[in-house]
């Protein structure tokens, strides 16, 4: 992608964050981004708006169950046998649990936490 310039919108962004999900409809991806739009605040975003909108759209297109099925969900138990393994998303801080479900979540609460440096209260 050398040479591309930065997108500088949530739909130039989402292709680029979720190729996998150019299966749902457009008007579906339309939606889901203006759902996410509501709640990313450009305010706290500044320049890192777009790109937190269509990680949330991708992870809320992902949650309603578009893409490939299990592709960017995060494994939380994985069994072989008689051993079972139980994977913890750390350092997760309240109000962050529901995105910790697909990477494109993981991904959004990054972002948040460089637009929101140290503690965060939610009310």
């Known amino acids: 992608m050398a040479g591309s310039p930065i997108p500088t919108t949530a739909a130039g962004w989402f292709p680029l964050v979720a190729p996998e999900l150019s299966s749902a409809p457009p008007a579906t991806q339309a939606a889901f981004l203006g759902w996410a739009a509501q709640e990313v605040n450009a305010g706290v975003f500044g320049a890192m708006a777009p790109q937190a909108t ?3 759209a991708a992870h809320l297109l992902t949650e309603a169950g578009y893409g490939a099925t299990g592709q960017a969900s995060i494994a939380a138990m994985q069994k072989a046998g008689m051993l079972t393994e139980q994977f913890k998303i ?3 801080k309240s109000g962050e649990q ?3 479900t ?3 979540g993981i991904r959004y609460i990054r972002l948040r936490r460089i637009a929101l440096p140290g503690p965060q209260a939610l009310w």
């Open 90 to 92: 750390p350092d997760l």
């Open 54 to 56: 269509a990680l949330l």
């Open 102 to 104: 697909t990477t494109y």
């Open 98 to 100: 529901p995105y910790a």
